[in-house]
């Protein structure tokens, strides 16, 4: 759906998008997973994974992340079943089979279009996805104001030898690409990724990377690099251990047809192995 058929005596209007309509301001509570290990020596493996939002990095005090959008994709591109699925008061957990050798990909991923309009003297309140957006929000709504948000939490897991298939850019919202493979990570080396966008270069847009163990430290060490023009960007890890990486982008370069305002946000956790 053309950005021009969204009605032009409402566009101003939905260019002024509220909070309200479900993509509220950043607030204090990162989301991540956290896998129960990173790297198997073979196939035919177990991994537990947690999922939760909270203060303190790695530590279940906020509540659970939902599993709606979660996506496990296995070596050589085909969906995976994650099993045993709970989702309790401070986390969310589940299970993968590593059936086969080589690197998984698991994102949780959040992608929704939000409108609030009018029609038929009433308010009205909308959700769902930019395939949906055209059928069920009405022609005829007056004072359309619609956002898209599209969240991606993700780790990388291999079984055996790393391979690179499921590395590949899906080309939606926020995407972390390793030059470096991201299960072959060691203190006190320096590896390598880009930022994409829609499949394109996310360049200048800086990205946190924080260390695991933030409640035994008096400060967060976190420590803050900018992509570069083709979205690479390097970090030189301290230590071992596992690693929370956070960007976001909010503003009218990444429109859509559908949307005037999307809210991106990307987050992965690594983990750093000893020399």
Do not use: C
Request: hydrophobic residues 40%.
């Amino acid at each position: 759906m053309p950005m021009t058929a969204l009605r032009p005596a409402v566009l101003a209007g939905a260019l002024a998008l509220a909070g309200a309509l479900g993509a509220p301001a950043a607030d204090a509570h990162r989301f991540w997973l956290l896998p129960s290990m990173t790297v198997l020596s073979g196939e035919g493996g177990w991994i537990t994974v947690d999922a939760a939002r909270s203060n303190d990095m790695f530590h279940f005090n906020h509540n659970a992340m939902q599993l709606d959008g979660l996506q496990v994709t296995a070596p050589g591109g085909a969906a995976a079943e994650a099993v045993n699925r709970h989702t309790g008061e401070l986390r969310s957990v589940f299970d993968v089979a590593l059936e086969a050798q080589g690197t998984y990909r698991i994102a949780v991923v959040d992608d929704a279009v939000f409108a609030r309009y009018e029609a038929g003297g009433r308010h009205h309140r909308w959700q769902g996805t930019a395939a949906e957006f055209a059928d069920e929000v009405p022609g005829e709504a007056e004072d359309l104001r619609v956002s898209e948000r599209i969240n991606r939490a993700e780790i990388f897991v291999t079984a055996g030898a790393p391979t690179r298939d499921t590395l590949e850019p899906v080309g939606r919202g926020l995407e972390l690409i390793p030059e470096t493979h991201p299960n072959d990570l060691y203190a006190g080396e320096t590896a390598r990724f880009r930022m994409l966008v829609d499949g394109e270069p996310a360049a200048g847009i800086e990205i946190e990377v924080i260390p695991g163990g933030v409640r035994y430290r008096d400060t967060p060490e976190t420590m803050t690099v900018t992509t570069g023009d083709d979205g690479a960007f390097e970090v030189t890890w301290p230590e071992p251990g596992m690693y929370y990486l956070e960007t976001g982008l909010q503003d009218e370069k990444v429109s859509t047809e559908v949307a005037p305002s999307r809210r991106l946000t990307y987050v992965a956790t690594l983990e750093v192995l000893p020399m």
